[in-house]
């Protein structure tokens, strides 16, 4: 419901809302502009001094005003025409042309009714009220997606279109909150929907019948000081019946032009200061940095818009529509889906039709959107869950755990978890086991135990979908056809081979990038940004199931470039060793942001064995900031895979690589690099300390003997690999 809140008010006003937000955000810099261009009056200086300097520059002097910029406006009548000047409070002269400021008053014109007058008064407070909504929305949908209120600027994680959308709306929302409410309260004074609350101020009917008093003789104005000063209006020349009447931001009063004698006063009521804060918030006139800070908030709009656009594009594209989805009020099931890359989806929208199909009312969301005093007449919850990286919950399914653990106790509804994953990783379904771990904690009545789908496979899934109808009492038949990625053709351009002599043929594979389209480069699908340590999957042919392989190379490197190990039997493993320059293979492009170095100069301490080394070597060629990194690098035989043996020496020599430690492990004396490590445990320790970061790629045997082996050296320092888990400062992508 929030969603749908969100988007469809954003999608149909975005037009609207970028005039509205750019004209807005350029006159924001007015304010601040007339402010410093406009001569201010001392702290100190009196009306009464002011209006003297005036009225000698200007005998004829009808009115002085004061904007909430400083800046001081004289009107005047001389030998019968009407003047008026911006003048220098210090000696009462004109400085500069009173005329309005042409750009500005189009612009205003623009921002307030779009040139249409009422009715454009009327859309424009339209879309207002769609700025207010999207950014009530907004805010909500940001809590949600970071896991509630208190993490509210955490880090986040996902395609670009995305993150940048939920940046610019955590720095802006509040800023726009602020000013479509405003701009709504003035819309609604503008059409006197909302009273003035004003009230002239009552004038005494005894008036002294002369004139001629100087303004030393009035104490009211020699107590006024020009920094509170609205407005002062000067009698009609000869006629004694008119006053002198000045505007303060305490209030308004009246005073003979003879005696000087206060006639009235009528202080600003509670209500005219808010309705004066209300405009001030929105303009920016007296408060010019506001202003600016709020102009600036603004900008954010059309980026947003467009932000949002894309992701609503790619969530088009990257989610199956599922039909008859019911409210979440009326759902006999719910379908609560954690998916990173948006396979998972697929198989909720298969389960989502035959439950459907079978007669049950589905409603299907996001993990995310977790929120059980809506499941009003929910009988069953399945939860649908991959595993990101070591562990992590999936981007569908952010802040899940969390809302679970901060219920005083778990719905009563049964609960049903699967759980997706390839069984080759350590962490295969960790996500899903630490879902049902939770829920046991808060005792959660369990329909069904944990189950697993390894590898997408669909003859997993019709198994489980075959035990769960037997629960409900039904037939339950899930035939799930994945959606195949978007692939295109890489061509071999060349390729260097190694490991013939340890029986372990390896080669690095280098591909030219498919040609990219103004779309794909637009919002960043396909192949037209990529970076070392994201994933290439590979479709082998007779297989529709793709091998995932780690790139050593970046879009800037001009190449695709892969570590590949022929592995005996292995399809997709034996079809790339068997690639000549000008053979093509069909491959995606998945991003693996847990695994990118990151940006800043901190050391980076990089472990890798065998094939590992892809993504590494990708790190230290692209290290064109010269970041200290210091590379631990395990092979079997340095006569046959030292792999990027050729460069290493030149990245070193550049300033890319600080230092490079490698091992053998096939010899007289085998050497690991966990040994590598526990021989530089200082330095180890020393660089942690100073805020390093590791990175681990290979194997799993390999990774688990690091991990030993850095609980060793960390030690007496106090820190643990699991801590630095936890601060993102210890990475692997292990196979």
Same mark, same amino acid.
């Given at each position: 419901m929030i969603r749908a809140l969100h988007r469809w008010p954003g999608l149909l006003a975005l037009a609207l809302l970028t005039v509205l937000a750019l004209s807005g955000a350029v006159l924001s810099v007015f304010p601040a502009a007339e402010r410093l261009a406009a001569p201010q009056a001392a702290a100190e200086m009196s009306v009464a001094a002011l209006a003297e300097r005036v009225q000698a520059a200007y005998p004829g002097v009808e009115q002085i005003r004061r904007a909430p910029s400083g800046r001081i406006t004289a009107y005047w009548?001389?030998?019968?025409?009407?003047?008026?000047?911006?003048?220098?409070?210090?000696?009462?002269?004109?400085?500069?042309?009173?005329?309005?400021?042409?750009?500005?008053?189009?612009?205003?014109?623009?921002?307030?009714?779009?040139?249409?007058?009422?009715?454009?008064?009327?859309?424009?407070?339209?879309?207002?009220?769609?700025?207010?909504?999207?950014?009530?929305?907004?805010?909500?949908?940001?809590?949600?997606?970071?896991?509630?209120?208190?993490?509210?600027?955490a880090p986040l994680r996902g395609p670009f279109p995305g993150r940048l959308h939920v940046e610019l709306t955590r720095g802006a929302v509040f800023g726009l909150l602020l000013s479509s409410a405003t701009a709504l309260w003035m819309t609604a004074s503008t059409f006197e929907l909302i009273p003035d609350g004003g009230a002239a101020p009552v004038v005494s009917t005894a008036l002294s019948g002369r004139t001629g008093v100087t303004f030393a003789d009035m104490p009211a104005l020699r107590d006024a000081k020009v920094a509170e000063l609205r407005e002062l209006s000067f009698p009609y020349p000869g006629d004694t019946t008119d006053v002198f009447t000045l505007e303060t931001e305490r209030g308004t009063g009246t005073f003979d032009q003879g005696t000087g004698a206060l006639l009235g006063w009528t202080n600003l009521t509670a209500w005219e200061h808010v309705l004066e804060t209300v405009y001030m918030l929105h303009t920016g006139h007296g408060a010019a940095a506001l202003g600016l800070v709020l102009g600036l908030m603004a900008l954010g709009v059309p980026a947003m818009g467009a932000t949002g656009v894309l992701v609503w594009l790619r969530g088009r594209r990257g989610r199956p529509r599922i039909s008859a989805n019911q409210p979440a009020g009326r759902a006999g099931t719910i379908l609560l889906v954690g998916s990173e890359g948006g396979s998972t989806w697929g198989f909720a929208a298969t389960l989502h039709a035959a439950l459907t199909e079978a007669g049950h009312s589905v409603h299907a969301a996001p993990m995310s959107a977790f929120a059980p005093d809506r499941y009003a007449r929910a009988e069953r919850i399945i939860v649908l869950a991959s595993t990101y990286g070591d562990g992590d919950a999936p981007a569908s399914a952010k802040g899940f755990l969390?809302?679970?653990?901060?219920?005083?106790?778990?719905?009563?509804?049964?609960?049903?978890?699967?759980?997706?994953?390839?069984?080759?990783?350590?962490?295969?379904?960790?996500?899903?086991?630490?879902?049902?771990?939770?829920?046991?904690?808060?005792?959660?009545?369990?329909?069904?135990?944990?189950d697993t789908i390894d590898r997408q496979s669909p003859q997993d899934f019709a198994r489980w979908g075959r035990a769960l109808g037997q629960k409900l009492g039904i037939e339950l038949e899930l035939a799930h056809q994945p959606v195949p990625p978007a692939v295109a053709?890489?061509?071999?351009?060349?390729?260097?081979?190694?490991?013939?002599?340890?029986?372990?043929?390896?080669?690095?594979?280098?591909?030219?990038?498919? %040609?990219?389209? #103004?779309?794909?480069?637009? /919002? $960043?699908? =396909?192949?037209?940004?990529?970076?070392?340590?994201?994933?290439? +999957?590979?479709?082998?042919?007779?297989?529709?199931?793709?091998?995932?392989?780690?790139?050593?190379?970046?879009?800037?490197?001009?190449?695709?470039?892969?570590?590949?190990?022929?592995h005996p039997g292995g399809l997709c493993s034996g079809q790339l060793s068997g690639l000549e320059p000008g053979d093509s293979v069909m491959a995606f492009l998945r991003r693996n942001p847990g695994f990118?170095?990151?940006?800043?100069?901190? %050391?980076?301490? #990089?472990?890798?064995?065998? /094939? $590992?080394? =892809?993504?590494?070597?990708?790190?230290?060629?692209?290290?064109? +900031?010269?970041?200290p990194i210091h590379l631990f690098f395990g092979m079997r035989d340095s006569r046959s895979d030292f792999f990027y043996g050729e460069d290493l020496p030149g990245w070193q020599a550049a300033g890319g690589l600080s230092r490079l430690v490698t091992t053998v492990s096939r010899g007289a004396k085998p050497h690991y690099v966990q040994d590598a490590l526990r021989a530089e445990a200082a330095d180890i320790a020393r660089l942690v300390r100073a805020g390093a970061r590791i990175m681990v790629c290979g194997g799993r045997d390999m990774a688990a003997g690091v991990a030993d082996a850095l609980a060793e050296i960390l030690a007496p320092?106090?820190?643990?690999?699991?801590?630095?888990?936890?601060?993102?400062?210890?990475?692997?992508?292990?196979?």
């Open positions: 009548f001389e030998q019968g025409a009407p003047g008026a000047a911006v003048i220098n409070p210090e000696t009462g002269a004109g400085v500069g042309s009173a005329d309005p400021n042409q750009a500005e008053r189009w612009l205003t014109n623009l921002h307030r009714s779009l040139f249409l007058g009422d009715g454009g008064r009327v859309a424009t407070a339209v879309g207002a009220a769609a700025m207010l909504v999207l950014s009530l929305s907004g805010t909500a949908l940001v809590a949600r997606r970071v896991g509630g209120w208190r993490r509210w600027f969390e809302r679970l653990e901060a219920l005083e106790r778990a719905p009563g509804i049964p609960l049903v978890v699967l759980g997706f994953g390839d069984r080759s990783f350590p962490a295969f379904c960790t996500f899903a086991s630490a879902v049902v771990a939770a829920a046991g904690a808060k005792a959660w009545p369990e329909l069904l135990p944990l053709a890489l061509t071999l351009t060349s390729r260097r081979d190694y490991g013939a002599e340890v029986q372990a043929p390896t080669a690095i594979l280098r591909f030219a990038p498919p %040609p990219v389209t #103004l779309w794909q480069r637009l /919002t $960043g699908t =396909g192949f037209a940004r990529f970076a070392a340590g994201d994933l290439i +999957g590979v479709l082998p042919e007779g297989s529709a199931v793709p091998r995932l392989y780690s790139l050593a190379s970046s879009r800037r490197d001009g190449f695709v470039e892969i570590v590949v190990k022929k990118h170095p990151g940006r800043g100069h901190t %050391p980076l301490i #990089l472990i890798g064995a065998g /094939t $590992g080394i =892809g993504p590494l070597a990708g790190f230290v060629r692209g290290n064109a +900031g010269r970041r320092v106090g820190l643990t690999p699991a801590a630095l888990k936890a601060e993102g400062r210890y990475v692997e992508d292990v196979y």
